[in-house]
């Protein structure tokens, strides 16, 4: 059962451009969204998380933005390199459990 | 150490072998999980140790999946009589405190032939 619904499958920009990804849930036991990056041969890297009671949250060129009433959060990349491309994941946590979306494939063309 | 350690990095089992899959979380995170990466998916959660306790192992897919963490430090995962369906990435993650923080091994690549 996927709790956690993530889109676009998979997303191609050019360098400098702001890919969005999107990413909504049904349970609202869940407390904490991460987004992890993951590139190919290693394990997901945490990015930025966010809690529920923010409605927007920036490191570096990575913002979440969070909207509890819809249920939905989203990652925004400002000015993307060609370092960024890789598959992204949200997440969402409740209790001990980490429920992961399907994933993002990302590429950012020079 | 400075990272979640997982051996080996590639196994290849024949049908009906056990394999058995190791994790060496980050030195004094309590907390330990498995999750299986199916090609092209998100990871999917197997199963939590907090310590050496096994607290939810709600997510292992059928009764030849085990997994033990039995001095609160190092975990295995353990398959027994492999099938096909199981050929997946096993990613280990430690965490300091529950439900935050997690860190990623870089996964044991398991194929099934």
């Given at each position: ?90 997440a969402a946590t409740s209790g001990s ?14 | ?82 099938q096909q369906e199981d050929s997946a ?25």
């Amino acid at each position: 059962q996927q709790q956690v619904k993530q889109s676009p499958q998979s997303l191609i920009v050019q360098k400098g451009g702001i890919p969005i990804i999107n990413c909504a849930y049904e349970n609202t036991a869940f407390d904490y969204f991460p987004w992890y990056q993951q590139f190919p041969g290693k394990g997901p890297a945490l990015l930025i998380a966010i809690r529920p009671d923010v409605s927007e949250k920036k490191e570096g060129r990575f913002t979440i933005s969070f909207n509890k009433s819809a249920k939905q959060f989203s990652l925004h990349i400002m000015d993307s390199q060609p370092g960024d491309s890789a598959t992204y994941f949200c997440a969402a946590t409740s209790g001990s459990r980490l429920t992961f979306g399907e994933g993002t494939q990302l590429t950012v063309n020079p | 150490g400075a990272g979640v350690s997982q051996s080996p990095r590639y196994k290849v089992a024949k049908r009906g072998q056990d394999v058995a899959l190791r994790c060496d979380p980050i030195s004094g995170h309590v907390s330990l999980f498995w999750y299986q990466q199916a090609l092209g998916q998100g990871p999917e959660f197997l199963t939590y140790f907090q310590n050496e306790a096994q607290l939810d192992k709600s997510g292992l897919p059928s009764d030849r999946f085990f997994a033990e963490r039995p001095e609160g430090s190092v975990s295995t995962l353990k398959i027994q009589r492999t099938q096909q369906e199981d050929s997946a990435v096993y990613l280990c993650a430690s965490s300091a405190t529950v439900g935050y923080g997690y860190t990623f091994g870089s996964g044991t690549r398991l194929t099934v032939v």
